[in-house]
């Protein structure tokens, strides 16, 4: 066959297939669009409930998700390309921060990005602790923490003394504040007092110096101080009327100098229902600075074993005594070993038959500490509590 052959062959071939191509996309274009026009159920889902499903996805505010990996808000935004931009745009998925200090120069970065993706919601920012030794939070850090001070809701910072000074000026939101000072000088530092908490009602503070300097007394439901000593915060509990839960963490321990104030010869909290006394000093007697405690509405409380001494009978009948709690209190949890007791469980037990629950137990382990939500304690929420989000006390209970 010659060329010329070949090129009608092929022409009327071309033009067959081109007559197919036309009668199959005639074929075709119903049910293209039909595909086009269907949306999938999960796309059609309306942009606030598609919010809250990712909301749901993460820890319950103010527990902070991580800053990266699977349980990541940032996880949340690879599903699609619809997801992603309702995720950018939901600030309550980027409300919880965690600084988590092993990590904070490679995760540095995301912080004020987190923070702009917040909007104007109230902030969660939690730094976890650690190896606090060489992770210093940077000054940008520090400054984009800062100018978001006035959304701060609920905070746990662990800093050197001569960083708090810089934190100042109001924080209208703030509810819950828990601060662990590293003051690597041994120096007795006054921090700044132009600070405004008008709504914090949970304090927690791990070794500040003049503590008295920073807490609003009168207004505190829930207060926890560690390795304070006691002459730095007695004379201020005077004021904390509000008090509903205490717990002070190695009450005789310190390692600081401080400066001492005089001691009051009363202490009264009426409304204070749960008290938590831990000293990890095995041979420590009950110091008297905790024998000027009046506390009426007490129910719960936590002492070291060793306090008792000799004659736990006896010392634990003139602390309840001296409390003014006989017939209120519900539990008492002795913890510690129970050296140079001159009798046994069962005959301390029987000694106080009105007390509905005794508890023995080993020495204190923060492994069993549990969650106190504010919400499971409606009486907290009168004058001198006004809290409607979700918040934990670490309290043993």
Not at 345 to 370: A, Q
Not at 372 to 386: A, H, I, S
């Amino acid at each position: 066959m010659d060329s010329k052959a070949i090129r009608l062959a092929d022409r009327a071939r071309v033009a067959q297939l081109a007559a197919e191509i036309s009668r199959l996309q005639a074929e075709l274009d119903p049910h293209q669009k039909r595909l086009d026009d269907y949306t999938y159920p999960v796309l059609s889902i309306p942009t606030e409930i598609v919010s809250e499903i990712l909301i749901q996805c993460l820890p319950p505010y103010p527990e902070c998700p991580p800053l990266k990996g699977p349980s990541s808000p940032m996880c949340l935004t690879q599903i699609c390309r619809q997801w992603r931009e309702i995720a950018l745009t939901t600030p309550k998925l980027w409300r919880a921060i965690p600084l988590r200090l092993k990590a904070i120069r490679r995760e540095e970065d995301i912080v004020p990005l987190w923070l702009q993706r917040s909007g104007i919601q109230p902030l969660s920012i939690q730094m976890e602790s650690g190896d606090f030794e060489g992770a210093w939070l940077s000054a940008a850090t520090l400054r984009a923490l800062r100018e978001c001070q006035n959304r701060w809701e609920h905070v746990n910072l662990a800093l050197a003394d001569s960083e708090l000074g810089r934190i100042e000026g109001p924080m209208p939101l703030l509810r819950s504040l828990s601060l662990k000072m590293y003051n690597f000088a041994r120096t007795e530092r006054p921090v700044s007092t132009a600070v405004d908490f008008p709504r914090l009602r949970t304090f927690t503070v791990d070794r500040l110096i003049y503590v008295g300097d920073w807490a609003p007394w009168s207004q505190l439901a829930c207060l926890t101080l560690q390795r304070v000593a006691p002459s730095q915060y007695l004379s201020h509990l005077q004021t904390a009327v509000n008090l509903v839960h205490l717990t002070i963490l190695d009450c005789t321990e310190t390692g600081l100098t401080h400066v001492h104030d005089p001691l009051p010869n009363t202490i009264e909290l009426p409304h204070l229902e749960t008290l938590v006394l831990v000293d990890s000093d095995e041979q420590a007697t009950f110091p008297h600075s905790f024998r000027i405690f009046k506390l009426p509405s007490l129910r719960t409380v936590q002492l070291p074993a060793p306090w008792l001494g000799q004659w736990p009978v006896d010392e634990f009948t003139s602390f309840m005594t001296k409390c003014g709690c006989i017939g209120n209190l519900q539990k008492l949890v002795l913890a510690g070993k129970r050296t140079g007791w001159a009798m046994k469980e069962p005959e301390f037990r029987g000694s106080f038959p009105e007390l509905p629950e005794i508890t023995f137990c080993g020495i204190y382990d923060r492994r069993h500490e549990e969650r106190f939500d504010l919400r499971r304690w409606p009486q907290l929420e009168g004058p001198f509590v006004r809290s409607n989000s979700e918040w934990w006390y670490r309290l043993r209970r």
